[in-house]
């Protein structure tokens, strides 16, 4: 089992250097061009693409019938792709010298009033190891404070979506350690990485969201059909996951989620204690 991130050292008047990814397919020209266009406001970030990583390249163990027993489904190729994407690209963060890394995709539209360095520095602040700056769902959440029109949370449930995520070092090695443990990857990668319960990193996100998803094709979501057909082959020889094996993985993130009401009411008071610095940062 993962153990809870160590807290970053905090040094309140420093300003933390990051960096910000972008995962894309190479010969997304479009895509590349658009965003490359929506970046351009945005002088002195350090920023590049992140090529996709092909599915045969990830860099943790993976197994489809360990896939299918534990969480009852296989991973397509293209959410290996995406997973080996993200985690390669995390790797490569800590083989830099950056504080922080923003990881994005590039499907995205960015509000053009976003301030990345003051979400960087409200993690550095707060002591936060993994940021979300977007969910693809809405889940009961617990309200840890304001910051002007801003209004922060810590989820409850898995949000999904890797659109836009903020990690620390120290988030990176740990989701990297998360990913590669227990048999390897055995669900999706935004999954894998909201499961708090495992990783000790609580899902906290801003709202509104700094950003809005672009409702472009996934090849992700087209390999549905053949996914339901090759856990259908499995099932007639493996055992999927168990009702109680699912009731025993919802009472662990209940119990999970509990033990972090500490960690909400230290949130809750940084928030406090710095709300006049993140609110000069964030509304600058």
Request: hydrophobic share 40%; glycine share 4%.
């Amino acid at each position: 089992m993962i153990q809870e991130a160590t807290p970053v050292t905090v040094n309140a008047a420093a300003t933390p250097n990051f960096i910000l990814r972008v995962v894309s397919f190479p010969d997304a020209k479009e895509r590349r061009q658009r965003f490359t266009e929506m970046m351009k406001p945005f002088a002195g970030i350090d920023w590049a693409f992140h090529d996709v990583t092909p599915a045969e390249k990830l860099p943790v163990p993976y197994n489809e019938r360990t896939a299918f027993q534990t969480g009852g489904s296989i991973l397509s190729s293209a959410e290996r792709s995406c997973a080996a994407s993200h985690l390669t690209m995390m790797r490569e963060f800590l083989d830099g010298p950056a504080d922080y890394l923003i990881a994005v995709e590039d499907d995205v539209l960015f509000d053009p009033t976003i301030r990345f360095s003051a979400h960087v520095n409200f993690m550095h602040r707060c002591e936060l190891d993994y940021y979300k700056l977007y969910a693809r769902f809405f889940v009961p959440s617990h309200y840890l404070g304001n910051v002007g029109r801003l209004v922060f949370y810590r989820a409850r449930w898995s949000t999904l979506g890797t659109q836009c995520y903020v990690l620390s070092r120290a988030g990176a090695r740990i989701l990297l350690e998360n990913a590669a443990a227990n048999g390897g990857l055995t669900k999706p990668i935004d999954d894998t990485n909201d499961s708090f319960w495992l990783t000790g990193l609580p899902i906290v996100f801003p709202y509104p969201f700094p950003l809005m998803e672009i409702a472009y094709p996934s090849s992700i979501h087209s390999a549905r059909p053949q996914i339901a057909e090759r856990n259908a082959e499995l099932a007639q020889e493996l055992q999927a996951p168990s009702r109680l094996d699912k009731l025993r993985r919802s009472f662990r993130r209940r119990m999970s989620d509990r033990a972090l009401r500490g960690f909400d009411k230290e949130l809750a008071n940084r928030i406090a204690r710095h709300r006049k610095d993140l609110y000069a940062a964030f509304h600058r």
